[in-house]
């Protein structure tokens, strides 16, 4: 990645401390742009969720900064097999994970210790907390945001990183959050050592259409994903009422998988509702863009949500350096990258459709669905391949 400065950039305003958000800080810093993060929490504390990064996303992040992923592969964990089990433990599959075509490994690490690795390549006076974006007015020459604490600040650039229900995508262009879209997840970390969760391994344990994902996240710890289809989202009211719920789903599944739940510190579960992608035909205009699921909202059946971010933040901090203006950067960020978001987002509903019906093959797309990127209807090996194989190549229009 060029490391000259942007002459047009000063000082760039990003939303959100998530992968999107800290990653962009990174990548731009790296172009001597003083950047600044606004993130709505008072704290970020370790909240119970894995992550599995893929070639795609492994190979963006190092193009980012190379250390970031050596860090990745001592801390967490390179994945070598996959397996499905029924929800009582009986084997149904037992594979190697097929990594020798895409040059970098599947690695599952603790969303925190993602978190905070990126967190440490940035200094903390660029990172403001407790600062939730309420407003933002755009001119001509900069950007003017409005927090929930009274505060204000003026940026050159706006990047919207604030995730699924990005207030910045709202506000640039007039649109709903993404409709619910028909599942629940519940996740959690938790130090566990047991037969049945070796290491290097990702388990599925499946039940009518329920699956329980396991990953192993280096350094004793798994992570597990519940992931339920239900007509209404569900909320708790408290997170010891979340663990309840997870164990009565799990009452007749493997005693392990309760044990694993209920070691797990209720404080820690993340419940969310799995929303519709939102298939946006633009992510920028005038002088702010969205990075992230700010720009695809996606379901998380592919584990593509943080992956796919990171191949943005590749582009944008790409085209940012390369182009002699902001409107011409952020148009040939749009272009590069909008198809590609487009055609794995439409990829992770046929992937939520077929967990509901396993025999389902891609020609559904032909039948259910308006229009859908080709690449998007291609058999698993071929959508495998142009997934995990992803390089940034540059044109500009
Ligand atoms: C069950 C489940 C499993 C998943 N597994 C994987 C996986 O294995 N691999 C993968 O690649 N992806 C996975 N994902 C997707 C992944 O979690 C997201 O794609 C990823 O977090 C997107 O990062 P982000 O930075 O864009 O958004 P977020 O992580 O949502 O971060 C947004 C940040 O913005 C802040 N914010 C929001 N609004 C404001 C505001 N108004 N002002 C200031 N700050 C604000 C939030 O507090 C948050 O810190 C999974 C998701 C789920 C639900």
Redesign the pocket.
Known sequence: MQSEQSPYLNKVGI????????ATAIALRKQGIEVHI????TALRPIG??????PN?IRSLAAIDTDIVQQLQQQGSQLNRFRIRTAKGWPLLNQPVKDDDYDQPFL?IR?FSLQEIMRAKLPPEILHLN????HFEQTHQNVNLS?ANGEMATVDLLIG????????RKQLFDLEDPAYGGWM?W?GVQKYQHPLLPPHHTTIFAKRGKSLILLDNGQGYVSW?L?IPMPTIHRSQHPEAAKTRVLQELSKWHPTLQELVNLTDADTI?E?P?CEPMILPQWSNGRVTL????AHP?A?FL???????FEDVWALSTYLSQQGNLANALKNYENNRIERAHTIQYRTMYSAAQMRNPFLRPRWFKTSLGKVPDQAKVSEKAFSDWLYQYELTTEST
Not at 38 to 41: I, K, L
């Open positions: 939303i959100g401390a998530g992968p999107a958000g800290l606004y993130e709505r929490a969720a894995g992550v599995t990064l893929s996303g599952a969303w600062h939730q974006l309420t927090f990183a604030d995730g699924i229900r990005s207030i910045v997840t996740r994903a992931e993340v969310r799995v990075v992230g699921d700010a996606m998380p584990g593509q949500g943080t992956n796919t971010t």
